[in-house]
């Protein structure tokens, strides 16, 4: 077995395999910005799964983002009883939203995958890969310089983690 089977081994369950590591890590993020721009990934094994190369072009964000339903807006003028509810069911899960969130901090970027790296109980943490469009290491490279065309693939739902949201790819079972 190669090193990056073990560390996908460790995080199956990191609360217990990280121990205090897990949850120092989250102590020092929740003192950290809601995005902050990261050197080196938490999962390395995840990242390169995904798609990331330590080298230039490549970037690295963790993003924070709110556990807990999404309201609408208190409702002032009269209604009905039955359209008087607040609670909003977004088809959108946290990941999704964490990516949407990066692209709108990093315009340049493309966003071309996220995984996650940690929970507490108020947030969700989440490290998004993003590409620089217009670098020169980037457009050289045949295997990423499909990118460079593509603006916008979080708002129209083409990362992995927005088609799962809209049910475009199953999960696999067994």
């Given at each position: 077995?190669?090193?990056?089977?073990?560390?996908?081994?460790?995080?199956?369950?990191?609360?217990e395999n990280l121990g205090e590591l897990w949850r120092s890590r989250r102590l020092e993020w929740k003192k950290q910005p809601v995005t902050i721009r990261i050197d080196r990934?938490?999962?390395?094994?995840?990242?390169?799964?995904?798609?990331?190369?330590?080298?230039?072009?490549?970037?690295l964000v963790r993003q924070k983002v709110l556990r807990g339903g999404?309201?609408?807006?208190?409702?002032?003028?009269?209604?009905?009883?039955?359209?008087?509810?607040?609670?909003?069911?977004?088809?959108?899960?946290?990941?999704?939203?964490?990516?949407?969130?990066v692209e709108k901090k990093f315009v340049n970027c493309s966003v071309l995958n996220s995984y996650y790296v940690g929970e507490d109980g108020n947030n969700f943490w989440y490290e998004v890969i993003l590409v620089d469009r217009s670098h020169p290491a980037v457009i050289a490279d045949p295997r990423i310089s499909w990118i460079c065309d593509k603006r916008g693939r979080v708002a129209r739902g083409?990362?992995?983690?927005?088609?799962?949201?809209?049910?475009?790819?199953?999960?696999?079972?067994?």
């Amino acid at each position: 077995m190669g090193m990056y089977k073990y560390v996908r081994d460790i995080w199956k369950n990191p609360k217990e395999n990280l121990g205090e590591l897990w949850r120092s890590r989250r102590l020092e993020w929740k003192k950290q910005p809601v995005t902050i721009r990261i050197d080196r990934p938490t999962r390395i094994d995840k990242a390169r799964s995904l798609g990331y190369k330590a080298k230039q072009g490549y970037i690295l964000v963790r993003q924070k983002v709110l556990r807990g339903g999404r309201q609408k807006p208190q409702i002032r003028a009269g209604r009905r009883s039955k359209r008087m509810s607040r609670r909003k069911n977004l088809k959108m899960s946290y990941q999704w939203v964490a990516e949407q969130r990066v692209e709108k901090k990093f315009v340049n970027c493309s966003v071309l995958n996220s995984y996650y790296v940690g929970e507490d109980g108020n947030n969700f943490w989440y490290e998004v890969i993003l590409v620089d469009r217009s670098h020169p290491a980037v457009i050289a490279d045949p295997r990423i310089s499909w990118i460079c065309d593509k603006r916008g693939r979080v708002a129209r739902g083409l990362t992995s983690a927005a088609r799962k949201s809209r049910e475009l790819i199953q999960e696999r079972k067994g």
